[in-house]
């Protein structure tokens, strides 16, 4: 049985407030949500992604405003980026209240705190009235989900309500920023530029992701983001090979032979647009019956860093 689908903020907050499993829209990416404040719930959140409790989750709140119900100190590095960037991609790893659960925050002393943009997102936290805890709404190392179908494909029959708030307009994960006494470390690039960053937090630090000894960002997998289909991450595209059946995605259009598919993201080369789109494309090869994915290398500025950072990590999974 596939779950209901909704545009109705009212119904997800009573869902959440009773312990329930509601997808909702952000500007990023769809979050599978629960009451931060309800371990059962959230117990449920992990159950329902086939998620490692290592895996820390994201806490949302309504406002910057309401900080104090989950960390116990903000930075001035971090009040500065909250008050310039929420509501916004931005995630901020805070020291946390003790009344936040472990299971939230996978045992660790922070928590991963962010207000998101999104104006049904933002009604559901007001009318529940709690913060909200929100991976993305994927099985755990699959590919992200920017539209409500992406969803329920992966997720419909075991969550309790999808609240449609049609595409993410950002459509790659939050930025993850760690505030240091010296400057701050990004933990995960994401919809936030690490130039947008630096032009307000000063030195920036990029965490070193895939060193398996101390990972900075629990969660942060070299594995990930991946679609079905085996996919690769090439500098150019190269000729298919005859009889194969191989599907491209690259920013700009392409003239390129033997492929089945090619998605192009852009006419002209924007990287925040082809962020938006960037998963999107990516489920629709996935569904083609494919060999194989062949992904050419964006620009390693602006979002297109983030982009690169998803393709490297779907690209490590096979
Ligand atoms: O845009 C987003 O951030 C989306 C939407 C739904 O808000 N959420 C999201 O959540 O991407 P998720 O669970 O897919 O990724 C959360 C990651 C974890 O894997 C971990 O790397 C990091 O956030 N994280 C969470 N809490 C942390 C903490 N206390 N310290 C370090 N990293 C943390
Ligand atoms: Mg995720």
Redesign the pocket.
């Given at each position: 049985m596939t779950c209901r689908v909704t545009t109705d903020a009212a119904w997800a907050a009573d869902v959440l407030r009773s312990g329930g499993l509601v997808a909702l829209p952000?500007e990023?990416?769809?979050?599978l949500g629960a009451d931060a404040t309800n371990p059962t719930a959230v117990a449920r959140i992990f159950a329902a992604k086939q998620r490692p409790a290592f895996?820390?989750?994201?806490v949302?709140l309504a406002s910057l405003a309401h900080w104090q119900t989950v960390a116990t100190e903000l930075p001035p590095r971090a009040a500065q980026l909250a008050a310039r960037f929420w509501p916004g991609?931005l995630?901020l790893?805070l020291p946390k209240q003790s009344g936040i659960s472990d299971l939230v925050?996978s045992g660790?002393p922070?928590?991963?705190v962010?207000v998101?943009r999104h104006p049904l997102m933002q009604a559901v936290l007001e009318l529940a009235d709690c913060p909200i805890a929100?991976?993305?709404a994927n099985r755990f190392g699959r590919l992200s989900p920017t539209r409500p179908e992406h969803v329920v494909e992966q997720l419909g029959n075991v969550i309790d309500l999808i609240l449609d708030g049609g595409p993410c307009a950002v459509g790659v994960?939050?930025t993850?920023v760690?505030p240091d006494v010296d400057g701050v470390t990004i933990?995960?690039l994401?919809?936030l530029s690490v130039e947008d960053i630096a032009a307000v937090a000063g030195p920036v630090r990029l965490a070193a992701t895939e060193s398996s000894t101390a990972p900075e960002?629990?969660?942060?997998l070299p594995q990930h983001y991946a679609p079905r289909t085996p996919i690769a991450l090439v500098p150019a595209a190269p000729v298919a090979p005859s009889g194969s059946r191989w599907g491209l995605l690259t920013l700009r259009p392409i003239m390129c032979d033997g492929y089945v598919a090619i998605e192009s993201l852009t006419a002209d080369g924007d990287l925040i647009l082809a962020a938006a789109r960037f998963f999107a494309a990516l489920h629709r090869l996935d569904k083609l019956g494919l060999d194989r994915i062949i992904a050419v290398e964006f620009p390693e500025h602006g979002l297109g860093r983030a982009i690169n950072d998803r393709l490297r990590r779907a690209a490590a999974t096979y």
């Open positions: 952000t990023t990416v769809y979050g895996d820390p989750l994201i949302h991609p995630t790893v925050t660790l922070t928590v991963g962010r998101p929100a991976p993305s994960e939050s993850i760690r933990l995960r994401g919809g960002a629990p969660g942060m």
